[in-house]
């Protein structure tokens, strides 16, 4: 039930008021065909348009099914027009993108029918006006009465319970417009039908009810109806178009501009084509980066000490460096390095904690230790003692003298290889070395002779192996594989005096045999000449191997002398207590290394060891704190976000192009929206609330974005390739430009973001426009 109650409307131009509707009151019944006739600006339109909810009233009621629409809400009548209205325009409005089948879909798609029943309903309303077999075409292939009927079909097949038809042959040849008019009158056996027509006779002919209208009033009704107060039956359904719906009305619109598109997307990938170029190059200068300074903290370990010197403290030094006035005297101060000296009390929990540290960050620790290995090796089937420092062993130099030397060096040149947390996660020596000859060493007692780049090896070391060489001699490397040698635990190495001192003993062929057997099984040499040599040319081995022959002599007649005197057993000289100590680690009772070698992967890994080891000192007083050495810090100084900040300011060159792609996607959408303003009207007299609207030009940018972001993309990777030749012939550096596929989703993500910014706000154009404004553009 339809009525009108004292509807007035106006409409201002300047200081001109037309009064389209003067305080008209009307009822309809639920089934009739009502024709309005009138002259031009008489307000027939107005009255249609105020009964489809395409325009307000400015005062009166309009009543529907018992419901007054004065607190109608913008969502409401939307609903009310995909619910209750059906459309029935002179110049058919139907999408030009769409198919047959998709125009008639339309108005359900924004009800929420499941895609099936849609189909279905759609087939069954084209089957009602005869154009079955055309559902597939387009618009544009049929006739004028063809399209009429497709309109036709699109307005009830949601079912409406009032039909508008605005000049429905108007358009159309007398003899299509009487077909058109016939299937009319066939649907106002079930409905009510409003129509406004300038043609009289078409109106008698057909229509059961004329309504005459003249300036804004009713001039004459040949069959009034008048009701009583009706009880409030009305209820509406909410419309709501899906993401999906939009993305696919959006899509048919874009495929149906394609060189366009392809040209607005190009353009718009421009800044994402100019950012991945930069990224590749990036990415691959740090992956060369990455490795070089891999190798460089091969050699500048995170160094940890029995003494180090505090260089916090020394950065805080608030005196000035400047030269001060002379005055004729000096000042006596402690030296500033000894004042900032720490002395680390390295125990057997921070090892624990060392190890525990994470294998991504630092997977390979090297541990110092001044344990003496009494090695024994054969020359012409006699067992002699054999040593592997790099000192002549004719020379008058002490064994003290030579401990403190390696104790100093910090560990730099050791003969220790690092032990490797993760095997998963890489080898040290595999990593920096180059196998000459053997096989990489997998057990405790395995031993390796380091070569340098030029394949050559200390000659002290040679002679401490046993060898007769002599300057620029050459020896085969199958001569040195296999090479054994025998480690000798304490209580067959020292014999006791009857003063209670301890003396080594002469080397036999039996202490030889007793002895825990060690074998050479490689020649390595750094990878290239750009490879740091972490371990000096000589002869390298495990710290298994230190702490298996720690853990025979820890319980060795001589340690437990030691331990109960602070004398020296085998000279009787007094020690202090750190010389103790240090002798108690020379015989191998106590298990703590000297000093702790932390390689980290990468710089940024080398950020996390350092939290990881300040993470100890949290809360501890400062004698028990531990403090470290990083020595590569100076190199980190001077490269360290160098690329970073040259990438950054790259990228932000190339995000003006993108800022422009923004404009230029604002201005396509903008473009889209005045091509598609009869669409829009289109879909509102269909039931699109505002934010559908909104979503179906978002949808467009949407995708454009993708597409831009994706074109981007891929010529951004094909521009890697001339790009790494161009590099190669300047540098010598392979493969440098390398697009991350990481790097790559981002961009497209970003193109998506910026083409949406770019084109919501006419988007929000498109929705804010008049519904019947936008119907009669063209």
Same mark, same amino acid.
């Given at each position: 039930?339809? +009525?009108?109650?004292?509807?007035?409307?106006?409409?201002?131009?300047?200081?001109?008021?037309?009064?389209?509707?003067?305080?008209?009151?009307?009822?309809?019944?639920?089934?009739?065909?009502?024709?309005?006739?009138?002259?031009?600006?008489?307000?027939?339109?107005?009255?249609?348009?105020?009964?489809?909810?395409?325009?307000?009233?400015?005062?009166?009621?309009?009543?529907?099914?018992?419901?007054?629409?004065?607190?109608?809400?913008?969502?409401?009548?939307?609903?009310?027009?995909?619910?209750?209205?059906?459309?029935?325009?002179?110049?058919?409005?139907?999408?030009?993108?769409?198919?047959?089948?998709?125009?008639?879909?339309?108005?359900?798609?924004?009800?929420?029918?499941?895609?099936?029943?849609?189909?279905?309903?759609?087939? +069954?309303?084209?089957?009602?006006?005869?154009?079955?077999?055309?559902?597939?075409?387009?618009?544009?292939?049929?006739?004028?009465?063809?399209?009429?009927?497709?309109?036709?079909?699109? !307005?009830?097949?949601?079912?409406?319970?009032?039909?508008?038809?605005?000049?429905?042959?108007?358009?159309?040849?007398?003899?299509?417009?009487?077909?058109?008019?016939?299937?009319?009158?066939?649907?106002?056996?079930?409905?009510?039908?409003?129509?406004?027509?300038?043609?009289?006779?078409?109106?008698?002919?057909?229509?059961?009810?004329?309504?005459?209208?003249?300036?804004?009033?009713?001039?004459?009704?040949?069959?009034?109806?008048?009701?009583? &107060?009706?009880?409030?039956?009305?209820?509406?359904?909410?419309?709501?178009?899906?993401?999906?719906?939009?993305?696919?009305?959006?899509?048919?619109?874009?495929?149906?501009?394609?060189?366009?598109?392809?040209?607005?997307?190009? !353009?718009?990938?421009?800044?994402?084509?100019?950012?991945?170029?930069?990224?590749?190059?990036?990415?691959?200068?740090?992956?060369?980066?990455?490795?070089?300074?891999?190798?460089?903290?091969?050699?500048?370990?995170?160094?940890?000490?029995?003494?180090?010197?505090?260089?916090?403290?020394?950065?805080?030094?608030?005196?000035?460096?400047?030269?001060?006035?002379?005055?004729?005297?000096?000042?006596?101060?402690?030296?500033?390095? &000894?004042?900032?000296?720490?002395?680390?009390?390295?125990?057997?929990?921070?090892?624990?904690?060392?190890?525990?540290?994470?294998?991504?960050?630092?997977?390979?620790?090297?541990? +110092?230790?001044?344990?003496?290995?009494?090695?024994?090796?054969?020359?012409?089937?006699?067992?002699?003692?054999?040593?592997?420092?790099?000192?002549?062993?004719?020379?008058?130099?002490?064994?003290?003298?030579?401990?403190?030397?390696?104790?100093?060096?910090?560990?730099?040149?050791?003969?220790?290889?690092?032990?490797?947390?993760?095997?998963?996660?890489?080898?040290?020596?595999?990593?920096?070395? +180059?196998?000459?000859?053997?096989?990489?060493?997998?057990?405790?007692?395995?031993?390796?002779?380091?070569?340098?780049?030029?394949?050559?090896?200390?000659?002290?070391?040679?002679?401490?192996?046993?060898?007769?060489?002599?300057?620029?001699?050459?020896?085969?490397?199958?001569?040195?594989?296999?090479?054994?040698?025998?480690?000798?635990?304490?209580?067959?190495?020292?014999?006791?005096?009857?003063?209670?001192?301890?003396?080594?003993?002469?080397?036999?062929?039996?202490?030889?045999?007793?002895?825990?057997?060690?074998?050479?099984?490689?020649?390595?040499?750094?990878?290239?000449?750009?490879?740091?040599?972490?371990?000096?040319?000589?002869?390298?081995?495990?710290?298994?191997?230190?702490?298996?022959?720690?853990?025979?002599?820890?319980?060795?007649?001589?340690?437990?002398?030691?331990?109960?005197?602070?004398?020296?057993?085998?000279?009787?000289?007094?020690?202090?207590?750190?010389?103790?100590?240090?002798?108690?680690?020379?015989?191998?009772?106590?298990?703590?290394?000297?000093?702790?070698?932390?390689?980290?992967?990468?710089?940024?890994?080398?950020?996390?060891?350092?939290?990881?080891?300040?993470?100890?000192?949290?809360?501890?007083?400062?004698?028990?704190?531990?403090?470290?050495?990083?020595?590569?810090?100076?190199?980190?100084?001077?490269?360290?976000?160098?690329?970073?900040?040259?990438?950054?300011?790259?990228?932000?060159?190339?995000?003006?192009?993108?800022?422009?792609?923004?404009?230029?996607?604002?201005?396509?959408?903008?473009?889209?929206?005045?091509?598609?303003?009869?669409?829009?009207?289109?879909?509102?007299?269909?039931?699109?609330?505002?934010?559908?609207?909104?979503?179906?030009?978002? !949808?467009?940018?949407?995708?454009?974005?993708?597409?831009?972001?994706?074109?981007?993309?891929?010529?951004?990777?094909?521009?890697?390739?001339?790009?790494?030749?161009?590099?190669?012939?300047?540098?010598?550096?392979?493969?440098?430009?390398?697009?991350?596929?990481?790097?790559?989703?981002?961009?497209?993500?970003?193109?998506?973001?910026?083409?949406?910014?770019?084109?919501?706000?006419?988007?929000?154009?498109?929705?804010?426009?008049?519904?019947?404004?936008?119907?009669?553009?063209?």
């Amino acid at each position: 039930m339809l +009525q009108l109650k004292d509807i007035r409307k106006s409409y201002h131009l300047g200081d001109t008021v037309t009064h389209a509707l003067d305080d008209v009151s009307i009822s309809f019944r639920d089934q009739e065909f009502v024709a309005i006739l009138g002259p031009s600006g008489s307000g027939k339109t107005t009255i249609l348009n105020i009964i489809g909810g395409l325009d307000r009233y400015d005062s009166g009621d309009l009543i529907i099914n018992g419901k007054s629409t004065k607190n109608f809400k913008e969502t409401d009548w939307d609903a009310y027009r995909n619910n209750t209205i059906g459309f029935i325009f002179q110049n058919y409005n139907l999408i030009s993108h769409l198919s047959i089948i998709d125009n008639v879909e339309l108005g359900m798609n924004l009800s929420g029918v499941p895609a099936k029943e849609r189909h279905e309903k759609a087939i +069954q309303a084209l089957t009602e006006v005869g154009l079955k077999e055309h559902m597939h075409k387009n618009p544009n292939q049929l006739s004028g009465g063809q399209m009429q009927r497709v309109a036709i079909a699109r !307005a009830i097949a949601n079912d409406p319970d009032i039909l508008l038809c605005d000049e429905p042959t108007g358009a159309l040849d007398t003899v299509t417009s009487v077909q058109i008019m016939k299937l009319i009158k066939k649907l106002s056996k079930n409905r009510l039908v409003i129509m406004v027509t300038h043609n009289p006779e078409l109106a008698k002919e057909y229509a059961t009810r004329i309504v005459n209208f003249q300036d804004g009033k009713i001039l004459h009704d040949s069959d009034p109806y008048q009701v009583n &107060e009706v009880k409030d039956t009305f209820n509406l359904k909410r419309t709501k178009m899906s993401y999906w719906n939009a993305i696919k009305l959006s899509f048919t619109n874009i495929m149906t501009k394609k060189g366009r598109t392809i040209l607005t997307a190009f !353009a718009s990938s421009i800044g994402i084509i100019s950012i991945a170029v930069v990224l590749s190059i990036s990415n691959g200068f740090q992956k060369q980066i990455d490795t070089t300074m891999s190798k460089a903290l091969a050699k500048y370990p995170v160094a940890i000490t029995a003494t180090a010197t505090d260089m916090t403290a020394m950065g805080n030094r608030k005196e000035s460096d400047k030269n001060v006035k002379n005055r004729g005297y000096v000042t006596a101060k402690p030296d500033e390095a &000894e004042q900032n000296t720490h002395i680390n009390k390295i125990t057997e929990a921070y090892v624990n904690y060392v190890k525990k540290i994470n294998p991504n960050y630092a997977n390979n620790i090297s541990y +110092q230790r001044a344990i003496s290995l009494h090695l024994l090796g054969l020359k012409n089937g006699k067992a002699e003692k054999v040593q592997f420092s790099t000192t002549d062993p004719n020379s008058n130099q002490s064994v003290s003298q030579m401990r403190s030397q390696a104790l100093s060096s910090m560990g730099i040149g050791s003969s220790v290889f690092p032990t490797t947390l993760n095997k998963n996660k890489g080898n040290f020596l595999k990593q920096n070395y +180059q196998l000459l000859s053997g096989t990489w060493p997998t057990k405790a007692t395995d031993l390796v002779i380091v070569a340098d780049n030029k394949n050559t090896v200390n000659i002290n070391a040679l002679k401490n192996l046993g060898l007769n060489v002599k300057n620029n001699s050459k020896i085969k490397l199958s001569s040195l594989i296999g090479k054994e040698f025998s480690v000798v635990a304490n209580d067959d190495y020292y014999q006791k005096l009857p003063t209670g001192m301890f003396i080594p003993k002469k080397a036999t062929s039996s202490m030889y045999n007793n002895g825990t057997k060690l074998r050479i099984v490689a020649v390595i040499r750094p990878k290239s000449e750009d490879s740091m040599q972490l371990l000096s040319s000589g002869v390298a081995y495990s710290d298994k191997l230190t702490q298996k022959i720690i853990n025979e002599n820890k319980n060795s007649a001589i340690v437990k002398a030691q331990k109960k005197t602070n004398r020296n057993v085998m000279t009787g000289q007094a020690m202090t207590a750190t010389e103790k100590k240090q002798m108690m680690q020379t015989l191998g009772g106590s298990s703590i290394p000297t000093g702790i070698m932390i390689y980290p992967n990468n710089f940024d890994a080398k950020d996390k060891v350092l939290d990881y080891l300040d993470k100890w000192n949290k809360g501890k007083s400062k004698k028990n704190q531990i403090v470290y050495t990083d020595m590569s810090s100076a190199v980190t100084k001077m490269t360290g976000g160098l690329l970073n900040g040259v990438t950054t300011i790259l990228i932000a060159f190339a995000a003006i192009s993108l800022i422009t792609s923004m404009i230029m996607i604002g201005i396509f959408t903008y473009t889209s929206v005045l091509e598609r303003t009869k669409e829009i009207g289109v879909l509102k007299a269909l039931g699109a609330r505002k934010r559908d609207i909104t979503r179906v030009f978002d !949808a467009e940018t949407f995708i454009l974005g993708v597409f831009a972001g994706v074109l981007g993309v891929g010529i951004g990777y094909l521009l890697t390739f001339p790009i790494n030749t161009v590099i190669y012939n300047i540098t010598d550096l392979a493969n440098v430009a390398q697009l991350n596929p990481l790097h790559a989703l981002y961009l497209i993500i970003i193109s998506t973001v910026l083409t949406l910014i770019g084109g919501h706000l006419p988007a929000r154009m498109a929705a804010k426009k008049d519904a019947a404004i936008a119907l009669r553009s063209e």
